[in-house]
């Protein structure tokens, strides 16, 4: 069982940066591939970015690809999420995710249905 855990988030100004974490309370993450996705209110859960378990491919959205970056830590059982250049329509509730297989090579999907675990979320709201 993997209970992911987010911490970061919070308030910042049109432009600014946040770094966003995913780490487990139970189970780890070193094996799986983790993908981070938003939600606005009232909009559908998108994906923003993905990374493989070894962290040698990662994947974007278009629309954050440059502002965004994915990153890990296997030593520390932790994932990353660095965001910059964040504007107001960059307010939403970010959750990480991961698949219940392991050790998956391939690019990581943006389709949540595909993830078994997930974290507890974190606002992260963009002032302008």
């Known amino acids: 069982q993997v209970q992911l855990v987010q911490s970061g988030g919070g308030l910042v100004q049109a432009g600014g940066s946040l770094r966003l974490s995913c780490t487990t309370s139970t189970g780890t993450v070193t094996s799986k591939a983790v993908a981070w996705f938003r939600q606005a209110p009232g909009k559908e859960r998108e994906f923003v970015a993905g990374?493989?378990?070894?962290?040698?491919?990662?994947t974007y959205a278009d629309s954050m690809r440059g502002r965004f970056a994915i990153s890990r830590d296997n030593g520390k059982n932790t994932v990353y999420l660095q965001l910059s250049s964040l504007n107001p329509e960059d307010t939403a509730v970010y959750y990480c995710?991961?698949?219940?297989?392991?050790?998956?090579?391939?690019?990581?999907?943006?389709?949540?249905?595909?993830?078994?675990?997930w974290g507890q979320g974190t606002q992260v709201t963009v002032s302008s």
């Open positions: 995710a991961a698949p219940f297989q392991s050790y998956v090579s391939s690019t990581p999907s943006a389709n949540p249905a595909e993830y078994h675990y």
């Open positions: 990374i493989t378990w070894r962290g040698r491919t990662t």
